[in-house]
Nanobody, 120 residues
Framework: QVQLVESGGGLVQAGGSLRLSCAASGRTFSRYAMGWFRQAPGKERDFVAAISWTGGSTYYADSVKGRFTVSRDNAKNTMYLQMNNLKPEDTAVYYC?????????????WGQGTQVTVSS
């Protein structure tokens, strides 16, 4: 299994940007597709974005298309989520995950999450 640690969350004003990082332990990171999910208070965890193990394919929720970009650096065992033009509705705990099941909220391994708060 791969262990995941997110960082980069914080408080930002609407229209601002943040970049989240997900650092993975273990030498098998490059074998996994990876994903980002988020959970707002009182709501279910939702899919945000995913990236194939090569980085050649990416997938996004409709709500973030054109604003968020997922990427990875397999040499650094790290995945990123660049978030631009943030909106108050983007406020949530963001989780990175290994081996996400596209179309579901399921994945093989989860990080502990990082809080993103967007003020209006």
């Amino acid at each position: 299994q791969v262990q995941l640690v997110e960082s980069g969350g914080g408080l930002v004003q609407a229209g601002g940007s943040l970049r989240l990082s997900c650092a993975a332990s273990g030498r098998t990171f490059s074998r996994y597709a990876m994903g980002w999910f988020r959970q707002a208070p009182g709501k279910e965890r939702d899919f945000v974005a995913a990236i194939s193990w090569t980085g050649g394919s990416t997938y996004y929720a409709d709500s973030v298309k054109g604003r968020f970009t997922v990427s990875r650096d397999n040499a650094k065992n790290t995945m990123y989520l660049q978030m631009n033009n943030l909106k108050p509705e983007d406020t949530a705990v963001y989780y990175c995950a290994a081996d996400p099941v596209l179309g579901t909220n399921s994945a093989g391994n989860w990080g502990q999450g990082t809080q993103v708060t967007v003020s209006s």
